[in-house]
């Protein structure tokens, strides 16, 4: 489902709730236009803010933005940790670094709960290359 002129993101984003709700599918992705490149954080946040199941930030997360998407449940990150943030380069072992201390200065207990609150006590995490 995407959104058109006729309808704002976090209706269409509620929109599309009902209709994963149908299928027992548990997350929404806010993606940018391609890859690499980031959703708005204003686009992110209020999708977030609209829908009760967990959203993913799908697209352009760097560890200089992902501040601005604070609202976001789970992150999707490829070019961003790449050398000179090509997708297809092999990851810069100091650009993972320093996604991950941006993650460590945003990450919370709120957001924690609400994490367990949506997958679990236990949760899973998988990370892929």
Same mark, same amino acid.
């Given at each position: ?7 704002? @993101? ?18 929404? @992705?806010? @993606? ?23 959203? @993913? ?28 943030g090509l997708w ?42």
């Open positions: 489902m995407f959104a058109n002129s006729s309808l704002a @993101i976090p209706e269409t984003a509620k929109a599309a709730e009902f209709s994963l709700s149908t299928v027992c599918w548990s997350m929404m @992705i806010v @993606i940018g236009v391609a890859t690499g490149q980031p959703a708005g954080p204003d686009e992110e946040n209020s999708v977030s803010r609209a829908v009760s199941v967990p959203t @993913i930030a799908g697209s352009g997360i760097t560890s200089e933005n992902l501040p601005d998407y604070s609202e976001a449940d789970v992150f999707i990150v490829g070019s961003s940790i790449k050398q000179d297809s380069n092999p990851i810069d072992p100091d650009r993972a670094r320093a996604l991950v201390r941006a993650f460590c200065n945003m990450w919370s207990s709120e957001r924690t709960a609400r994490l367990r609150s949506h997958f679990g006590r236990a949760g899973r995490r998988t990370v892929r290359h």
